[in-house]
């Protein structure tokens, strides 16, 4: 059974998808400083994957709730000291943003885990304050990350554009994503996830074109201070 707070993200995805004949995307749950049991009520509303910002947090919470058989991706900036745990630990990493990282996870990926689900993270406004690689290097990394195929699979590009009031700046931003996207599906048939918008703008990026949403406070509300 879905939660209210569950239930009103889902509707404000499916009334965005049908007012931009968009399909509804994927809606990743962002638990960053939340609880295990926060975590634990929205698996039992039917969500299943989860989006952590730090390696030995998300670990915490993967260790108590071992048997819910939830997703996990890490969105946070990966250092290439944590790419190994990384890499046994998550489903997806969403934030790889230079070749340094593809060896490190490749070479770390369990055998029985399958393939590790890779998005590249794009600075798309170029924001000195933001991970994620230039768009004109996506493709280059693209290629690093395909290469390394089986154990990584490339799935597609992240970006978290910069959080300007002018909404149609950020709906520029998002349809700039979209584009790289679209050039580098056709070289890549694996590509098949553009990752972007979040709680207060996941109907722009539905209208642009996002297969997959990161929505937090919308559905936990306010994160905790950090203890």
Not at 30 to 42: D, G, I
Request: proline share 6%.
């Amino acid at each position: 059974m879905l939660t209210p707070a569950l239930d009103a993200v889902v509707q404000r995805i499916e009334n965005a998808a049908r007012q931009y004949g968009r399909p509804a995307p994927r809606l990743l749950a962002v638990s960053k400083r939340q609880p295990a049991a926060a975590v634990a009520s929205l698996a039992a509303g039917g969500q299943r994957a989860f989006g952590e910002n730090y390696v030995q947090e998300a670990q915490e919470k993967q260790a108590e709730l071992r048997d819910a058989g939830l997703e996990w991706h890490l969105i946070g900036h990966l250092q290439s000291n944590k790419a190994a745990v990384a890499a046994q630990a998550f489903d997806w990493v969403q934030t790889v943003d230079r070749a340094k990282l593809v060896p490190l996870l490749a070479a770390a990926r369990p055998d029985d885990r399958g393939p590790l689900n890779v998005l590249i993270q794009v600075n798309i406004d170029d924001e000195a304050s933001k991970h994620g690689c230039r768009p004109e290097d996506a493709d280059a990394l693209a290629a690093v990350v395909a290469a390394a195929s089986p154990r990584l699979a490339l799935r597609g590009l992240m970006a978290i554009p910069a959080p300007v009031e002018d909404r149609a700046r950020r709906a520029e931003a998002f349809a700039r994503m979209k584009t790289l996207f679209d050039t580098l599906a056709v070289r890549h048939a694996s590509m098949d996830t553009l990752s972007m918008g979040m709680s207060d703008d996941f109907e722009l990026a539905i209208e642009q074109g996002a297969t997959m949403i990161r929505v937090g406070t919308a559905l936990f509300g306010e994160r905790p201070p950090r203890g």
